[in-house]
């Protein structure tokens, strides 16, 4: 009898340590970060910009904004019909071995709509991703791409931008964010 309480004590003594554990979650390391929430334009509505006075970042396709949908803020970039690309943004010069981590939000009816990340001849280099990472309660969904620049592509740009390929759908696109999370120079 008295084994067994010791048994006893010794699981909840290992239960109670094992329970107040600080469970951590793996944390992105960002070194350089653009963002396009579709809320800023030039003054001509051709391109976003970003809200910073010091970087300020040029997405394409300013004139496709929409108020229709937003996952946040009051706009969003709207792809159907002929136009059916937005958000494009070129990092120049990237660095074999660089990590990119890009990310958008998409809102659609359908499963079309993807992010793209591409060299200039998309022969070179071509990744796209339409599969939902996770979906809010809103209908709006998280998309995400992580690139490793190859050789191939070291000193040259990389192309990102957002893609609806089925004309007859409406797609909105929110809150792009292209993170920098790796530096060749680290390693």
Not at 88 to 97: H, R
Not at 164 to 177: A, C, Q
């Amino acid at each position: 009898m008295k084994q067994i309480l010791n048994y006893l004590l010794l699981f909840s003594l290992l239960g109670g340590i094992i329970s107040c554990t600080e469970k951590k979650e793996a944390t992105t390391n960002v070194i350089e970060e653009v963002f396009c929430d579709a809320e800023h334009l030039t003054s001509d509505s051709s391109f976003f910009i970003t809200d910073k006075r010091l970087t300020i970042a040029k997405f394409n396709h300013g004139e496709r904004v929409s108020n229709e949908k937003a996952k946040s803020g009051k706009n969003s970039l709207k792809l159907t019909g002929d136009k059916l690309f937005g958000m494009a943004y070129t990092i120049q010069e990237v660095k074999s071995g660089d990590v990119f981590q890009i990310e958008v939000w998409r809102y659609c009816t359908s499963k079309s709509g993807k992010v793209v990340v591409s060299a200039e001849n998309v022969d070179d280099f071509y990744l796209d991703s339409g599969q939902p990472l996770e979906r809010n309660a809103d209908g709006w969904e998280r998309l995400e791409i992580k690139v490793v620049v190859p050789i191939a592509l070291n000193g040259k740009p990389l192309k990102v931008n957002v893609w609806n390929p089925d004309k007859s759908k409406v797609v909105y696109f929110d809150d792009l964010k292209i993170s920098l999370i790796e530096n060749s120079l680290q390693k």
